[in-house]
């Protein structure tokens, strides 16, 4: 009898003792759990405001997954730098007037071409949608597959733009130091021989800044000889950049003039970072194009290059005396707002990037250097018919930083050494396959006076 009261005893204790190992089981699991949720689940909040630093997609989705450390990591042989990242072919590119901008036309018309996407035209055989004046319907070709990419000369129209081209584009121009890019103009516009500047002076744009006025009007007179695509009463030295980003600054005649006004001034570059989702650097030309592969998810092999219209002339490196340097400063004052406030947003996007955002550049730096050496041999080639078996490709081997790609003749010859030509490409086929529509626009008058002639 006793033994079974103690057996019945030694049950109760071993099921006691199975309760508590379960009780504190299911309290340990509650913990975990408990943990979980409060510290290690995913925080879509905390997530979306440490990623709104780094660089947005046009949904809002960051193009990049971020590391352990909270700095975005790429993935790597090659591959694109996130699973969400989706390439980008929608864009509209603000092609000022020598800011490395005919070299990167060169980029977006190969871009274009090789996925026979649809582009926004000049009519005719022009090279410029209008400019300097605004672009209207008339001045771009009709096409019944809509438009993907506006790359031509055009001063930023938002309404006109904004009506032909997709809702998701990208906007990207690029701007350059206006007195570097005053130089570069008066070399390829020929300023100081339209303007009268005497031959034997040594630095034709200190002479011309030394007497600024007289030369101007001298310059703008009506019918001025050699002063090809710019018409009468344009200043072709004065905030050329704000201008062809549709800054209303007094040009035609009688129209809003803001450049007195610092406050609408202000009032456009923060109207520009809202609707611009990139303005690139000439003189961080590198840095500004590996943002821009970031920004639209593209690759090396979509943004290599060929240097087009780069001069060389004899006051390119000249001293100029800081007396100077302020009348320019003072006569296209807009300018400087404009490439100061777009050179400190590229730096701090440039700081937001992670700390392997140079060996990227430098990554890349190293593929343009065979991809130039490649693209110049082939421009040597005098019968582009009959190029060298030895020249039918260059291969750009895989790293952690782009797939293996080959690039061929007629990719050089897309980008180079005219890019022009690939235009004229571009518009035959257009005249093709839109024939009719064009035909069609044509019949109808044209009696706009603000009409651009080239």
């Given amino acids: 009898m006793w033994s079974i009261k103690k057996i019945r005893i030694k049950m109760v204790r071993r099921k006691s003792d199975l309760l508590l190992i379960f009780l504190f089981s299911f309290f340990l699991v509650y913990m975990m759990l408990l943990v979980y949720v409060t510290f290690l689940q995913p925080n879509p909040a905390y997530e979306q405001a440490h990623m709104s630093a780094y660089m947005l997609d046009l949904d809002g989705e960051s193009l990049y997954e971020l590391d352990s450390s909270g700095h975005p990591h ?246 100029v005396p800081d007396s100077i340097m302020d009348i320019h400063r003072n006569w296209s004052s807009v300018d400087y707002k404009l490439f100061e406030h777009f050179n400190a947003s590229l730096w701090r996007l440039i700081h937001q990037q992670g700390p392997d955002f140079y060996d990227e550049v430098e990554a890349f730096k190293i593929v343009q250097s065979q991809i130039s050496s490649y693209c110049s041999k082939i421009y040597d080639v005098k019968d582009k018919n009959s190029i060298p078996a030895y020249l039918n490709k260059t291969v750009v081997p895989s790293s952690e930083w782009t797939r293996q790609f080959s690039m061929l003749p007629k990719d050089c010859l897309l980008m180079g050494p005219n890019p022009y030509a690939t235009l004229q490409i571009i518009q035959g086929e257009s005249d093709v396959r839109d024939g009719d529509l064009i035909r069609q626009q044509d019949s109808v008058p044209d009696n706009r006076t603000m009409k651009g002639s080239c």
């Fill in 74 to 319: 790429r993935q790597k042989n090659g591959a694109r730098h996130a699973h969400k990242c989706k390439e980008k072919q929608n864009f509209v590119f603000i092609k000022g007037m020598k800011c490395a901008t005919t070299t990167l036309l060169g980029v977006f018309y190969r871009f274009g071409y090789t996925r026979n996407l649809s582009f926004v035209t000049p009519v005719h055989w022009k090279m410029h949608l209008n400019w300097p004046y605004p672009m209207t319907p008339r001045d771009y070709r009709p096409s019944r597959r809509g438009y993907n990419i506006l790359t031509d000369h055009a001063i930023y129209s938002e309404r006109e733009m904004a009506a032909i081209m997709p809702k998701n584009s990208v906007y990207i121009s690029i701007v350059r130091h206006p007195f570097e890019q005053l130089k570069s103009i008066f070399q390829y516009f020929k300023v100081h021989k339209v303007a009268g500047v005497p031959s034997k002076v040594e630095n034709p744009v200190v002479e011309y800044l030394s007497n600024l006025q007289h030369y101007e009007s001298f310059y703008q007179r009506h019918n001025a000889p050699n002063r090809w695509c710019v018409p009468d009463g344009f200043s072709i030295t004065k905030n050329l950049m704000s201008h062809c980003l549709g800054i209303p600054l007094g040009f035609p005649a009688g129209t809003k003039n803001i450049t007195s006004d610092n406050d609408e001034i202000q009032r456009y570059l923060v109207h520009f970072d809202r609707k611009f989702n990139l303005i690139l650097i000439a003189e961080h030309f590198f840095e500004s194009l590996i943002l821009l592969r970031r920004l639209m998810c593209w690759e090396f092999s979509d943004i290599v290059f060929n240097s087009a219209n780069v001069a060389q002339y004899k006051f390119k490196t000249m001293e």
